[in-house]
C-alpha cells in the first residue's frame, strides 16, 4: 500500500513492451496517492502491452472510481468488494472477500460460484445446466446462449443493451431458461434482427422479461416445444414471430396468468408462418394499425384461445389510403413461399376482441387464402365496422371449406360476411348473438342458400330485415339471454330456438293464456284464422300480446273473450263468442 503522502506520479502496474501482465490478489490502496495533491495514480499498459488485474483491491468497491484510475489495456473486473486480509501476521495480502466487484452490475454462476462482469463471459465459462444470476447494471453486450440446460436468472435488476445492433439475446441450445431481464435496443431489419432469437431449439423458456425496442420482440425460428410466458413486448415491428416452428406455447391454456402483454406494436402482435401445432392463449394484445394475430403461410392445427386484442385505424379523408394498411384482430392471410394456403384446422376461441376502424373495412376475424377447416367459437367482437369475414383477397383463387361459426358474441354493424369463395355446404353459422347489426347480421355473396338458423338476431320478432343474399333463418332464437355470461362469447338458453316463418299462411291455433307471438314471422297480408281446435299451441285464451298491429284474428270459436277488444295495438275482427 502506498502511503497517502506520496506526490507525482504513481504507477501500479506498467507494461511499456508487447505481451500481457498478469496481477492479481493484490491490495492496492491508491485513494489516498489520488487525492494528494499534485498525484496521479494510474495503472496501465502501454506500447501494446496490456494487463490482466482482475481480483485485486483497489482500496474501493466503488466500480466507477476504480475504473478511474484505469488507464491503457487493463483488464480488472471483477476486482475484489473488499480489503479485508485474513490476518495471520503474515507478509504481503491474502484477500477474505469476494471477486464479485464490477462496473456495472454482478454476474454470478451459482453452480460454480464464480464471479463475472460480462455475461457472455459467464455463459463462455458455463457447464451444460449451470445456473447464473445477474444483477443490477446495464450490460452493454449481444450475447449468445450456447450450453444447453443453462438457466440466466435476475439477481435484481439487469438490463442487456443491444446498442441498435443485430440480435440481443441469440440462444442457440435446447431446454435454455432465460428469466427476469430487461432486453433493449435491438437491429431494427424485421428480416435478421430481434430482441430475443431463438435458433433451431427446443425446450426453452422465456419468462418474464422486459423486451423493448428492436424489429422483433421474440422470434422463434425453427425448433419446437418453446414456452413464451409472462413478458412484456413493446416498440418493435412484431411482438412474437414464429417461423417454421411447431409445437410452442405463448402463454399457457391452462393458467390465465401466463401470457404476455404487447403494446405500440407497429406491423404484427403475433405472427405465425409455416407454424403448426402451437398455443397462442391468454395473450393481451394492444397495438393500433396493426394485426394482432396473423396465422400465414401453411400455419395449420394451431389453438388460439381467450386472448384479449384491441386494434384498428384512423380513417382520415384526405390521407392515400384513407384507411390504415392493417386493423384486423385476427386474420388469415398470407401464401408467400410456396405456401398452399394461409391456415387450416385452427381453433380460434374464446377471445376478446375490439377493433376501432371508424368506417374502414376491419373485422374482429378475418378468414382468407383457401383458410378451410377452421373454427371460430365463443369469441366476443366489439367493433365499428364487421365481426367476421370470410372471403378472398385480391386474385385469390383459393375456396374456404368448412368454415364453423359458433357461439360468437358480435356487436358490429355488419355481423358476418360471405364472400363467393366461401363453399356454402360445409359452412356453419349457429347459436351466434347477433346485436347491434345495424347493416346486416349476415351478408351472403356465395349464390347459395346458407344455413344460419337459431342465432339470436338482437329481436325477437322476425330476422329476415337483418340478412342480406339467400339466407335461412328459420328457426331462430328468441332469447338472447346469455346462459354464461362471464365467459366468452355466447352461450344461448335450451330451448329458445323456436322462431319459426308462419308467413304466407293462414293457421288454426289454440292460444295459451298470455300468448306471446314473438318469434313469428308474418307479412301484412297473412291472418290468423279460426283460433279454435286443436292446433301449434294449446290451452286457454285471454289476451294476444306482441302481434304486428296489421295482423287481424278472424274469429275465436269456443271462447270467451274478455278485456278491451283491441290489446297490444292487435285489432280483433269478427270475434265469435
Known amino acids: 500500500q502506498l502511503p497517502a503522502s506520496s506526490t507525482g506520479s504513481v504507477h501500479a502496474f506498467v507494461?511499456?513492451?508487447?505481451?500481457?501482465?498478469?496481477?492479481?490478489?493484490?491490495?492496492?490502496?491508491?485513494?489516498?496517492n489520488a487525492s494528494a495533491g499534485g498525484a496521479s495514480t494510474t495503472v496501465g499498459g502501454g506500447n501494446g502491452g496490456s494487463i490482466v488485474a482482475t481480483c485485486n483491491w483497489w482500496g474501493t468497491a466503488n466500480g466507477g472510481?476504480?475504473?478511474?484510475?484505469?488507464?491503457?489495456?487493463?483488464?480488472?473486473?471483477?476486482?475484489?468488494?473488499?480489503?479485508?486480509?485474513?490476518?495471520?501476521?503474515?507478509?504481503?495480502?491474502d484477500p477474505t472477500g469476494l471477486c464479485n466487484g464490477c462496473v456495472g452490475g454482478t454476474v454470478m454462476n451459482v453452480t460454480q460460484s464464480t464471479f463475472y462482469c460480462s455475461i457472455q463471459d459467464a455463459i463462455d465459462d458455463a457447464n451444460a445446466d449451470d445456473e447464473i444470476t445477474v444483477g443490477t447494471g446495464i450490460f452493454e453486450e449481444?450475447?449468445?446462449?450456447?450450453?444447453?440446460?443453462?438457466?440466466?436468472?435476475?439477481?435484481?435488476?439487469?438490463?442487456?443493451?443491444?446498442?441498435?445492433?443485430?440480435?440481443?439475446?441469440?440462444?442457440?441450445?435446447?431446454?435454455?431458461?432465460?428469466?427476469?431481464?430487461?432486453?433493449?435496443?435491438?437491429?431494427?431489419?424485421?428480416?435478421?434482427?430481434?430482441?430475443?432469437?431463438?435458433?433451431?431449439?427446443?425446450?426453452?423458456?422465456?419468462?418474464?422479461?422486459?423486451?423493448?425496442?428492436?424489429?422483433?420482440?421474440?422470434?422463434?425460428?425453427?425448433?419446437?416445444?418453446?414456452?413464451?410466458?409472462?413478458?412484456?413486448?413493446?416498440?418493435?415491428?412484431?411482438?412474437?414471430?414464429?417461423?417454421?416452428?411447431?409445437?410452442?406455447?405463448?402463454?399457457?391454456?391452462?393458467?390465465?396468468?401466463?401470457?404476455?402483454?404487447?403494446?405500440?406494436?407497429?406491423?404484427?402482435?403475433?405472427?405465425?408462418?409455416?407454424?403448426?401445432?402451437?398455443?397462442?392463449a391468454h395473450n393481451e394484445i394492444d397495438v393500433f394499425d396493426a394485426y394482432g394475430i396473423q396465422l400465414a403461410q401453411q400455419s395449420d392445427n394451431n389453438e388460439i384461445f381467450f386472448n384479449t386484442i384491441s386494434t384498428g385505424v384512423n380513417f382520415d379523408p384526405l390521407a392515400t389510403p384513407q384507411c390504415g394498411e392493417r386493423g384486423h384482430g385476427i386474420i388469415f392471410f398470407g401464401t408467400d413461399g410456396g405456401a398452399t394456403h394461409s391456415g387450416s384446422n385452427n381453433s380460434v376461441i374464446g377471445n376478446t376482441i375490439d377493433i376501432d376502424s371508424d368506417i374502414c373495412f376491419k373485422y374482429g376475424i378475418t378468414l382468407r387464402d383457401g383458410a378451410n377447416n377452421n373454427i371460430i367459437e365463443n369469441n366476443s367482437i366489439t367493433a365499428t365496422y364487421g365481426g367476421v369475414f370470410a372471403g378472398k383477397h385480391l386474385m385469390s383463387t383459393q375456396?374456404?371449406?368448412?368454415?364453423?361459426?359458433?357461439?360468437?358474441?358480435?356487436?358490429?354493424?355488419?355481423?358476418?360476411?360471405?364472400?363467393e369463395d366461401v363453399q356454402p355446404s360445409g359452412l356453419s353459422i349457429f347459436h351466434n348473438s347477433l346485436?347491434?347489426?345495424?347493416?346486416?347480421?349476415?351478408?351472403?355473396?356465395?349464390?347459395?342458400?346458407?344455413?344460419?338458423?337459431?342465432?339470436?338476431?338482437?329481436?325477437?320478432?322476425?330476422?329476415?330485415a337483418v340478412v342480406d343474399g339467400d339466407v335461412d333463418v328459420f328457426l331462430f332464437l328468441t332469447d338472447g339471454t346469455d346462459d354464461d355470461p362471464g365467459q366468452p362469447g355466447f352461450q344461448p338458453l335450451s330451448g329458445v330456438c323456436d322462431g319459426e316463418d308462419l308467413s304466407g299462411f293462414t293457421y288454426?291455433?289454440?292460444?295459451?293464456?298470455?300468448?306471446?307471438?314473438?318469434?313469428?314471422?308474418?307479412?301484412?297480408?297473412?291472418?290468423?284464422?279460426?283460433?279454435?281446435?286443436?292446433?301449434?299451441?294449446?290451452?286457454?285464451?285471454?289476451?294476444?300480446?306482441?302481434?304486428?298491429?296489421?295482423?287481424?284474428?278472424?274469429?275465436?270459436?269456443?271462447?270467451?273473450?274478455?278485456?278491451?277488444?283491441?290489446?297490444?295495438?292487435?285489432?280483433?275482427?269478427?270475434?265469435?263468442?
Open 15 to 32: 507494461t511499456n513492451h508487447g505481451g500481457t501482465l498478469f496481477a492479481t490478489n493484490n491490495s492496492i490502496n491508491l485513494n489516498g
Open 65 to 93: 472510481d476504480v475504473a478511474n484510475i484505469m488507464n491503457g489495456l487493463v483488464e480488472f473486473q471483477p476486482f475484489l468488494s473488499s480489503g479485508d486480509d485474513s490476518g495471520n501476521n503474515a507478509p504481503g495480502f
Open 142 to 280: 449481444n450475447i449468445v446462449i450456447d450450453v444447453e440446460g443453462l438457466t440466466l436468472t435476475n439477481a435484481s435488476d439487469p438490463v442487456i443493451d443491444g446498442g441498435g445492433n443485430g440480435v440481443v439475446v441469440l440462444i442457440t441450445a435446447n431446454d435454455v431458461t432465460f428469466k427476469g431481464f430487461t432486453v433493449r435496443n435491438g437491429g431494427n431489419n424485421p428480416m435478421v434482427d430481434a430482441l430475443i432469437g431463438l435458433n433451431n431449439v427446443s425446450g426453452v423458456t422465456i419468462d418474464n422479461n422486459i423486451i423493448e425496442d428492436g424489429a422483433i420482440g421474440v422470434a422463434i425460428v425453427q425448433g419446437s416445444g418453446n414456452t413464451v410466458i409472462n413478458n412484456t413486448i413493446s416498440d418493435a415491428t412484431m411482438g412474437i414471430a414464429i417461423q417454421n416452428s411447431d409445437n410452442n406455447n405463448i402463454g399457457l391454456e391452462a393458467d390465465n396468468t401466463t401470457g404476455n402483454t404487447f403494446t405500440d406494436i407497429s406491423v404484427r402482435g403475433i405472427a405465425l408462418s409455416f407454424a403448426s401445432d402451437n398455443t397462442i
Open 399 to 419: 375456396l374456404i371449406t368448412n368454415l364453423t361459426i359458433e357461439e360468437n358474441n358480435i356487436e358490429a354493424p355488419r355481423g358476418i360476411n360471405i364472400e
Open 435 to 464: 346485436e347491434g347489426t345495424t347493416v346486416y347480421g349476415i351478408r351472403n355473396n356465395t349464390g347459395a342458400t346458407i344455413d344460419a338458423t337459431c342465432n339470436w338476431w338482437g329481436t325477437n320478432v322476425c330476422p329476415t
Open 508 to 577: 288454426t291455433l289454440t292460444l295459451t293464456i298470455n300468448e306471446n307471438f314473438a318469434g313469428l314471422c308474418l307479412s301484412s297480408a297473412d291472418q290468423i284464422g279460426d283460433i279454435s281446435g286443436t292446433g301449434l299451441i294449446s290451452g286457454l285464451f285471454d289476451e294476444i300480446s306482441n302481434l304486428p298491429s296489421f295482423v287481424g284474428v278472424k274469429s275465436i270459436a269456443g271462447y270467451e273473450l274478455t278485456g278491451n277488444p283491441a290489446v297490444d295495438g292487435l285489432e280483433i275482427k269478427d270475434a265469435v263468442i
